[in-house]
């Protein structure tokens, strides 16, 4: 009976090898994980314990991580992604773009980008790319250009279409610019004011400007 649980073993391995490249892997791995530990619960619950007041205790302690967590996931419930905002446009990329689209994005916005359907520029599985140290370089210097032909210059160089903006790209933004209250980041003032982007998609978290380097 030892070995009865050895192809859920297998599979929580597979899926965590499988999780360190594509980041959906994780939802499986946690089934099978939630999977293990309600029979492990189960067992213990059977189990016969020399003193009541062990066994109490022990469930006592177990129930109240379950209840640390619960509350722990409540509270951060508003700073999960995506949140109905960004899975609007993450619909809108998947339906509304072009087939071939390449979005420039934050990198953790680049999985979303992925999941639509699309071409990303850099994402969270940056380490695996081949030429990351350089994509990590060019996406920083897209944020903070040090005029419009350098902008435009890196759009071009990776055939971007869209460039993605949301808040943790604006934090990336307007982190490094020192900028006066009324003044915009150079990308940001491009993005607005510039003929060859115009805006495609906005809610109050995320905008989507195409780029049109013909303009």
Same mark, same amino acid.
């Given at each position: 009976?030892?070995?009865?649980?050895?192809?859920?073993?297998?599979?929580?391995?597979?899926?965590?090898?499988?999780?360190?490249?594509? @980041?959906? @892997?994780?939802?499986?791995?946690?089934l099978f994980l939630i999977f293990? @530990?309600?029979? &492990?619960?189960?067992?213990?619950?059977?189990?016969?314990?020399?003193?009541?007041?062990?066994?109490?205790?022990?469930?006592?302690?177990?129930?109240? &991580?379950?209840?640390?967590?619960?509350? =722990?996931?409540? %509270?951060?419930?508003?700073?999960? =992604?995506?949140?109905?905002?960004?899975?609007?446009?993450?619909?809108?990329?998947?339906?509304?773009?072009?087939?071939?689209?390449?979005?420039?994005?934050?990198?953790?916005?680049?999985?979303?980008? %992925?999941?639509?359907?699309?071409?990303?520029?850099? #994402?969270? +599985?940056?380490?695996?790319?081949?030429?990351?140290?350089?994509?990590?370089? #060019?996406? +920083?210097?897209?944020?903070?250009?040090? &005029?419009?032909?350098?902008?435009?210059?890196?759009? #071009?160089?990776?055939?971007?279409?869209?460039?993605?903006?949301?808040?943790? =790209?604006?934090?990336?933004?307007?982190?490094?610019?020192?900028?006066?209250? #009324?003044?915009?980041?150079?990308?940001?003032?491009?993005?607005?004011?510039?003929?060859?982007?115009?805006?495609?998609?906005?809610?109050?978290?995320?905008?989507?400007?195409?780029?049109?380097? +013909?303009?």
């Open positions: 009976s030892k070995y009865k649980y050895n192809y859920s073993y297998i599979m929580i391995v597979l899926l965590f090898i499988f999780s360190l490249y594509f @980041a959906f @892997a994780l939802i499986y791995l946690n293990l @530990a309600t029979i &492990g619960l189960s067992e213990l619950i059977k189990r016969k314990f020399e003193s009541q007041t062990i066994k109490y205790l022990v469930l006592l302690i177990l129930s109240c &991580g379950v209840i640390f967590d619960s509350i =722990s996931y409540a %509270s951060s419930h508003e700073r999960l =992604s995506p949140t109905i905002r960004e899975a609007d446009m993450i619909s809108f990329v998947r339906d509304r773009t072009l087939s071939n689209a390449v979005i420039f994005s934050y990198y953790k916005s680049g999985n979303w980008i %992925s999941y639509a359907q699309k071409t990303n520029v850099i #994402d969270s +599985n940056l380490l695996y790319t081949k030429d990351y140290y350089v994509r990590w370089v #060019d996406s +920083n210097t897209i944020f903070h250009p040090s &005029g419009v032909a350098e902008l435009k210059s890196l759009l #071009d160089k990776y055939r971007i279409d869209y460039i993605w903006i949301d808040k943790k =790209s604006q934090k990336t933004i307007y982190a490094k610019d020192n900028l006066a209250s #009324d003044e915009l980041p150079l990308l940001i003032y491009t993005l607005k004011n510039d003929k060859s982007f115009r805006v495609v998609f906005r809610n109050f978290e995320v905008e989507l400007y195409r780029y049109n380097k +013909n303009q």
